[in-house]
């Protein structure tokens, strides 16, 4: 009951009809499956865009294959289905986009009206199989060159104010989304860079600033989340952006993501000033060999630091951990605790790692990769990496650092409960125990 809006598709949908195209969006958010199927069967068939993540694998499969049958051609797209093309095009998909979807679709559906099939050799960014089943995969697709020409995200194409409404019934807060950038420049070796590289574009600042007015004049939300991968990258854009936002008199409360360190006392300030209540920063782990070994280039100290600065000026903090990274060992997960007990972030989220298919991560792991279930009904979540320690290891080892982290905040408040205090040690030494127990379970 947090739900946001598909960007990727609206900025698609807004970019389509700019040319000229009529679109219809399907936002499965507020509806099902049989309702779709029900428009698929209902036709006339005509041309189906799909968006894929790793999560949506399976119902992606189950959407293409019902298409098929009602005689639409499909298009699959996203941040999956580049990495997985062969598999896709053969659960139903008659073309694979890889990278940004604007103008390669925009070329496909020019294509497809021309009713010119071998154009599609001339379209950069797709992969798709002649009709005697040879895989082709054209050329790469540029990037697009100025993101300030581009439409804003089609929300109207939407229920946009039934997100706002949903966020308010069940939050007291109706929340909005906005993106003031594309792309990560960053090499984290298990982040998934399959739409943009590793490259970074920007909106001009006075854009955003006009659009999240915009926001505010048709949605009246309460607050913001800005679902860039690096909200605080360019401190002179960060500058720029607060001071158009004051040109406005506009303030709206707002959260992001950020690195530790792209943070410091200056941007802290700054955030607060725009409105800022949190900031989410990728941590990962309290071990700098695991950090390195991630090559994340930050240290754990930036980390402490960066929640320390938002803190001491009411900003939330937020943090990512990571279990299981390669090389992880008991003596990285007692770091990962100290560190998160000495950091003290007002919320901290854990996941085993998982490799993802196309990142460095994945490539360094893939002969000790295996699937539990079939492709089509499993994600890169499911995968088993042999040889890492075991799921109850990593089971543990939350445990342990919720237990401890509960024990250190006790300990700071005023009038700590003796037997509250001591029924958690008891805790922290089952669940220490529990772990070094499981330190020997290896998946095979
Ligand atoms: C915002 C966000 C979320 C939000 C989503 C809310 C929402 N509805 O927007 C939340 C927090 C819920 C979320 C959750 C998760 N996320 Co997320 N998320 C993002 C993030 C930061 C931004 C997405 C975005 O708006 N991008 C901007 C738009 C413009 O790009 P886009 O969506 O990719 O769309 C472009 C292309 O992909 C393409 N395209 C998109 N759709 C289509 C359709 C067709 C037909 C075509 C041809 C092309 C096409 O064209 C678009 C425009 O150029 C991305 C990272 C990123 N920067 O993209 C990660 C990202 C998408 N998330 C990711 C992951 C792993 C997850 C989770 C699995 C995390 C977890 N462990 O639970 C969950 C999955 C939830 C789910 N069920 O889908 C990965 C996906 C990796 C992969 N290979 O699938 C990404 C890429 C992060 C990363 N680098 O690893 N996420």
Not at 152 to 173: C, F, K, L, N
């Amino acid at each position: 009951m947090k739900p946001y809006p598909p960007l990727g598709v609206l900025y698609i949908c807004s970019h389509l009809r700019k040319k000229g195209f009529a679109v219809e969006v399907f936002d499965s958010t507020f509806s099902s499956k049989e309702d779709l199927f029900h428009v698929l069967r209902q036709g006339p068939p005509s041309i189906l865009g799909v968006y894929a993540n790793l999560m949506t694998r399976s119902n992606v499969i189950e959407i293409l294959k019902e298409a098929k049958l009602c005689g639409w051609q499909t298009i699959v797209g996203g941040p999956e289905p580049g990495a997985y093309p062969d598999e896709y095009l053969d659960a139903g998909a008659d073309i694979v986009v890889k990278g940004e979807g604007e103008l390669t679709l925009e070329e496909i559906l020019r294509a497809r009206r021309a009713d010119s099939e071998s154009a599609l050799d001339a379209i950069d960014g797709i992969v798709f199989r002649t009709p005697d089943g040879k895989t082709v995969q054209t050329g790469p697709r540029a990037l697009i060159r100025e993101l300030d020409a581009q439409p804003w995200p089609a929300r109207d194409a939407i229920d946009t104010a039934r997100y706002v409404s949903t966020w308010r019934q069940h939050h007291g807060q109706g929340s909005v989304s906005i993106i003031t950038a594309r792309g990560c420049p960053y090499h984290c070796r298990w982040c998934s860079h399959e739409v943009f590289g590793k490259t970074h574009r920007r909106r001009d600042p006075s854009s955003v600033a006009d659009e999240l007015a915009w926001l505010v004049d048709h949605y009246h939300p309460d607050m913001a989340w800005i679902a860039d991968d690096v909200f605080t990258i360019h401190h002179g854009w960060l500058n720029r952006y607060a001071a158009e936002l004051k040109s406005r008199n506009l303030r709206l409360p707002f959260e992001c993501i950020s690195r530790a360190d792209r943070l410091n006392s200056q941007v802290a300030d700054t955030l607060a000033e725009i409105g800022c209540f949190r900031v989410w920063i990728g941590s990962e782990s309290g071990s700098q060999k695991i950090l390195d070994a991630m090559e994340r280039g930050v240290t754990v100290e930036q980390v402490q630091d960066a929640v320390a600065q938002c803190k001491s000026r009411g900003i939330q903090t937020g943090i990512f951990l990571m279990w299981g990274y390669e090389g992880e060992e008991l003596d990285d997960v007692e770091a990962t605790i100290h560190h998160v007990k000495k950091t003290n972030p007002d919320v901290f989220l854990t996941t085993v790692s998982y490799p993802i298919k196309g990142t460095q991560y994945f490539s360094e792991v893939a002969n000790r990769v295996e699937a539990f279930r079939p492709w089509s009904v499993s994600s890169d979540r499911d995968l088993k990496i042999k040889g890492r320690h075991s799921r109850r290891f990593y089971g543990f080892a939350d445990q342990l650092l919720k237990a401890e982290v509960e024990l250190a905040r006790l300990s700071t408040t005023r009038s700590t409960d003796a037997s509250a205090v001591a029924s958690i040690q008891v805790k922290i030494a089952e669940c220490r125990r529990n772990l070094h127990g499981a330190a020997s379970e290896i998946e095979v």
